[in-house]
């Protein structure tokens, strides 16, 4: 008998490699509206922000996804401590459990 849920790591995964597929997508067409004239309608700094913030959420994405494939996802990259699934289930590419993160922008 199969089972019909699915495994948490495996939901988070496939989100990952949706999200990774969209900000690809994003990004190669924020590229091409940087090479036209007329930037796509996008004033310059929009248009370097938006590639910016393309490239750190495909980066985010690309790591979170090289942690499962390595069997570290899921563990807080400073104290080694498990993050909980909740926190992943809301930011699928955290590297720190949440005492971390604080420490880490704080």
């Known amino acids: 008998m199969t ?11 496939s989100s990952l490699e949706e999200q990774f597929k969209l ?11 940087s090479r036209q004239p007329g930037r796509g309608g996008y004033d310059r700094d929009t248009l ?4 910016g913030s393309a490239r750190q ?10 942690r499962m494939a390595e069997g ?13 699934l909740e926190r992943l289930e809301i930011l699928p590419h955290a590297r720190f459990c949440v005492p971390c993160q604080r420490q880490q922008t704080g």
Do not use: F, M, W
């Open 3 to 13: 089972s019909t849920v699915q495994d948490p790591i495996d939901l988070l995964r």
């Open 23 to 33: 900000y690809t997508e994003q990004l190669t067409e924020l590229t091409a509206c």
């Open 48 to 51: 370097t922000a938006l590639i």
């Open 57 to 66: 959420a495909l980066a985010d994405s690309a790591r979170a996804l090289r």
């Open 72 to 84: 570290s996802y899921g563990t807080c990259e400073r104290c080694t401590a498990d993050i909980p």
